[in-house]
T-cell receptor, first 111, second 114 residues
Framework: GENVEQHPSTLSVQEGDSAVIKCTYS??????FPWYKQELGKRPQLIID?????GEKKDQRIAVTLNKTAKHFSLHITETQPEDSAVYFC??????????FGTGTRLKVLA | ETGVTQSPTHLIKTRGQQVTLRCSSQ?????VSWYQQALGQGPQFIFQ???????GRGNFPPRFSGLQFPNYSSELNVNALELDDSALYLC?????????????FGPGTRLLVL
C-alpha cells in the first residue's frame, strides 16, 4: 500500500547549523509534497510544499528538494534557531484524495 | 493561524460511549479531511468530505462516520468508543484551485477514552 518513510526520527543540531530531514514515498502517482511543523500541543502548520513539476523550492531559511525518479524529497533548514525545535512531518498526496504522512522527526536545536 | 476551528478542545469519554467532534473549515474551502494522531505518531487519514459527500476513506472501521454540511463545516462521529481511540483528532480544510490543493489544519480535539 501507500507509504511514506521519514528519517531520522530524532535530530539534534547546534544553533546555526543546518538540518536535513528525508522522506521516501511509494506511490508513483504522488504529485504534491507538503511539510508540516508541529509544536507540542499545537496543530501541524504548513511550512513549505512542493509540486511534482518542480525540483526545488526555497523560502528564506527553508528549502525542499524533490527527486521524482528516486521518489525522495527532503527538507533543509539552514542557520537553525532554537524556535525551529519541533516535530516535522512530511506528507505525500497522489491521484487519490488522501495525504500519507511520515512518522515525524523531532528536531532539537541546541543553544 | 488558519481559519479552521474545532470543538471541543478536550473531551473525556468512557469505553462504549459515542462522541461527536466538530470542524469549521476556512472560508472558501469546500473540502474537509479528518485525521487521527496518536501520541508520537503522524496523522492517519480517516476520511474526506467534498461538497457534502464522502470522497474517500482510510483504514478505519465503520463506527467512524462523518457529515459535511452546506456551509462546508463537518462532524466526525465515533460510536462504541475503545481505549485505542484516545488521540488528537485533527480536521483539515482545503480548496482545490485547478490542480492545486493546500491543506490547513485546525487545532484539534484531544479525546481521552477511559
Amino acid at each position: 500500500g501507500e507509504n511514506v518513510e521519514q528519517h531520522p526520527s530524532t535530530l539534534s543540531v547546534q544553533e546555526g547549523d543546518s538540518a536535513v530531514i528525508k522522506c521516501t514515498y511509494s506511490d508513483s502517482a504522488s504529485n504534491y509534497f507538503p511539510w508540516y511543523k508541529q509544536e507540542l500541543g499545537k496543530r501541524p502548520q504548513l511550512i513549505i510544499d512542493i509540486r511534482s513539476n518542480v525540483g526545488e523550492k526555497k523560502d528564506q531559511r527553508i528549502a525542499v528538494t524533490l527527486n521524482k525518479t528516486a521518489k525522495h524529497f527532503s527538507l533543509h533548514i539552514t542557520e537553525t534557531q532554537p524556535e525551529d525545535s519541533a516535530v516535522y512531518f512530511c506528507a505525500a498526496k497522489g491521484g487519490t484524495y488522501k495525504y500519507i504522512f511520515g512518522t515525524g522527526t523531532r528536531l532539537k536545536v541546541l543553544a | 493561524e488558519t481559519g479552521v476551528t474545532q470543538s471541543p478542545t478536550h473531551l473525556i469519554k468512557t469505553r462504549g460511549q459515542q462522541v461527536t467532534l466538530r470542524c469549521s473549515s476556512q472560508s472558501g474551502h469546500n473540502t474537509v479531511s479528518w485525521y487521527q494522531q496518536a501520541l508520537g505518531q503522524g496523522p492517519q487519514f480517516i476520511f474526506q468530505y467534498y461538497r457534502e459527500e464522502e470522497n474517500g476513506r482510510g483504514n478505519f472501521p465503520p463506527r467512524f462516520s462523518g457529515l459535511q454540511f452546506p456551509n462546508y463545516s463537518s462532524e466526525l462521529n465515533v460510536n462504541a468508543l475503545e481505549l485505542d481511540d484516545s488521540a488528537l483528532y485533527l480536521c483539515a480544510s482545503s480548496s482545490t484551485t485547478g490542480s492545486q490543493e493546500t491543506q490547513y489544519f485546525g487545532p484539534g480535539t484531544r479525546l481521552l477514552v477511559l
